[in-house]
T-cell receptor, first 113, second 113 residues
Framework: ETGVTQTPRHLVMGMTNKKSLKCEQHLGHNAMYWYKQSAKKPLELMFV???????ENNSVPSRFSPECPNSSHLFLHLHTLQPEDSALYLC????????????FGPGTRLTVT | GQQLNQSPQSMFIQEGEDVSMNCTSS?????WLWYKQEPGEGPVLLIA?????ELTSNGRLTAQFGITRKDSFLNISASIPSDVGIYFC?????????????FGTGTRLTIIP
């Protein structure tokens, strides 16, 4: 595997479900990011991790819970989501926090029913 | 919050035509990035620019870092069907620290057969 991978690619979940999104980067980077992409809106930064430490939580509701066990893996745990949370969730990585060039995964298309 | 304005929002062109799009800001950025996103995929980094006035090419793509540092331009020469997608600009005000990328809303490129 190369670059940034995300699983699953598609997820449909009910509002009472608990699910997790997984991201893995094979680039040797130190920083990882979660973004939300909704139609007709710019990419929204959700969380930033640098060397496994969370350095930013962009006022994200607590029903989204990130986890970064090491610099290569990032998870987004989902619990009691709302239909408006349906979106494409993108993971990205960069050499370091604030480096500039970020490399994105293919995303997880989430639908909350 | 800070927003990057991309123009045009959408383009319909014929194969073989050249394409020009731009990204403007009300404040100065010291890094400009251009990404392309195809349906069902994450954004792919095309070109990174770090110096005012810099002109950088990647195959048929050429991007320029505006002299005022408040804008950037992307040109595609002799378009082909696989150029279809949404092109995003992103800017960062400085390198390092807690700086984050600010994204534009995208230019959707469609090629008419």
């Amino acid at each position: 595997e190369t670059g940034v991978t995300q699983t699953p690619r598609h997820l449909v979940m009910g509002m009472t479900n608990k699910k997790s999104l997984k991201c893995e980067q094979h680039l040797g980077h130190n920083a990882m990011y979660w973004y939300k992409q909704s139609a007709k809106k710019p990419l929204e930064l959700m969380f930033v991790y640098n060397f496994k430490e969370q350095t930013e939580n962009n006022s994200v509701p607590s029903r989204f819970s990130p986890e970064c066990p090491n610099s290569s893996h990032l998870f987004l745990h989902l619990h009691t989501l709302q239909p408006e949370d349906s979106a494409l969730y993108l993971c990205a990585s960069s050499q370091d926090r604030g480096w500039g060039e970020q490399y994105f995964g293919p995303g997880t298309r989430l639908t909350v029913t | 919050g800070q927003q990057l304005n991309q123009s045009p929002q959408s383009m319909f062109i014929q194969e073989g035509e050249d394409v020009s799009m731009n990204c403007t800001s009300s404040s100065i950025f010291n890094t400009w990035l251009w990404y392309k996103q195809e349906p069902g995929e994450g954004p792919v980094l095309l070109i990174a620019l770090y110096k005012a006035g810099e002109l950088t090419s990647n195959g048929r793509l050429t991007a320029q870092f505006g002299i005022t540092r408040k804008d950037s331009f992307l040109n595609i020469s002799a378009s082909i069907p696989s150029d279809v997608g949404i092109y995003f600009c992103a800017g960062q005000k400085a390198l390092g620290g807690n700086e984050k990328l600010t994204f534009g809303t995208g230019t959707r490129l469609t090629i008419i057969p």
